[in-house]
DNA sequence: GCTAATATAATAGTATTACTATCATTTTTT
DNA sequence: AAAAAATGATAGTAATACTATTATATTAGC
């Protein structure tokens, strides 16, 4: 329902409706649909962190490693895996368009002290680290992995509302895209 | 009074008391608070696409033009240029914290057909003009363009809320990490 | 199977937001 | 000075984002 009315149209009583419940028996399981939209991308970053170190940590060497890495974060999920309650395909597409929603906000410095964007930051931290392995040389890894990121989202989002933005879609995938550009970034900065 | 309060906190009532003036007369100018926004943010970029112009047109050799186009849009802005009658320091602040808002939206299509973003798009093509300038065989200038243009603002945002996810703040500057990236990456790709 | 604890539903209510409408007054233009 | 345009004051509406209260239903433990 989220996904389908966008973060500001979507309310609790709308959802109440829908679920054939009471709006106030919602807001006891959610402050308030901010904390809605923090407990879901947290449950995708976490989600999406499991994934990643499933799908890599049988890997040893850093270049595999790496793009297998970027592939899973940056790749358009399409099916749902039904590990869980959660449909993974529309939380995606949330992501791509509400999460800037949960940190840009004068709330942030609080929220994150909370531990609110805490598997975000775990993911991040686990990309940059591969990024190290790769390239132990490289000066801004976290800054890289924050671009890989958040780039991923955008580049998503562009495909689908300003197409003369980016050349993905069609052929082109945002993983196509920064697998070549983290590639061509570390090897060039082999030497500091 | 945005840049105070955040987007989501400011409306035109407070603004009306600040300005001794009236709601209903705010109203006449701007739609609603959004399009306010969109207008906003459409005179920074237009500001931005200026001052880009003006900064590069000049300069003919490849890597001189590119390296001050990405100084102009990834700096940090910390005085009024005093040209107009809007303060850029806090608009870069506001642009920063609350452009992402202005697109992530159920409207962006419609609005994109009325124009709200054509400045926006527009300083991100003269970007990639200048990408395939310097290197014609790199296959994804837009991209990058928007991927500078989005990573430039995320970067800032990181180094003043999420500091563990970037190498910029103190010396290194967000400026100094996108040059390198955006170097290294049309380098290495000047054979295809 | 009963009791106590807990969760949910129904209803009502509040403060605020995001406007719209109306009409009087002021300012500007010609 | 008259006409046109802009602004102000006031009121009002529908919706949002909650909170509070109390009754009812569900569940858990013994």
Redesign the interface.
């Known amino acids: 329902m989220m996904g389908e ?2 973060f ?2 979507f309310n609790f009583r709308k959802l109440g409706e829908k679920i054939g419940s009471n709006e106030s028996s919602i807001y006891r399981y959610f402050e308030n649909k901010h904390k809605l939209l923090l407990y879901l991308t947290s449950w995708y970053w976490g989600w999406m962190e499991y994934q990643l170190v499933f799908a890599t940590h049988n890997i040893l060497e850093p270049t595999e490693k790496l793009t297998k890495a970027i592939y899973m974060i940056t790749r358009e999920i399409t099916e749902d895996s039904n590990f869980s309650h959660i449909n993974e395909v529309l939380l995606n597409q949330i992501v791509i ?2 999460y ?2 949960s ?4 709330e ?2 609080e929220e ?1 002290k909370e531990g609110y ?1 805490a598997s975000y ?1 775990r993911l ?2 686990r990309l940059s680290e591969m990024i190290k392995q790769f390239n132990p040389n490289y ?9 890989i990121l ?2 991923a989202l ?2 998503h ?2 495909k689908d ?2 197409s ?5 879609g069609g052929e ?1 995938t945002p993983t196509e ?1 920064l697998t ?2 983290v ?3 570390l ?3 082999f030497n500091g």
């Open positions: 009315l966008g500001e149209k368009n509400e800037s929603k940190y840009l906000t004068k942030v410095d994150d964007f930051k991040a931290r000066k801004y890894p976290s800054s890289l992995a924050s671009t958040g780039g955008h580049q989002f562009l509302h300003f003369s933005m980016t050349e993905c082109v895209y070549n550009l590639f061509n970034v090897n060039q900065n």
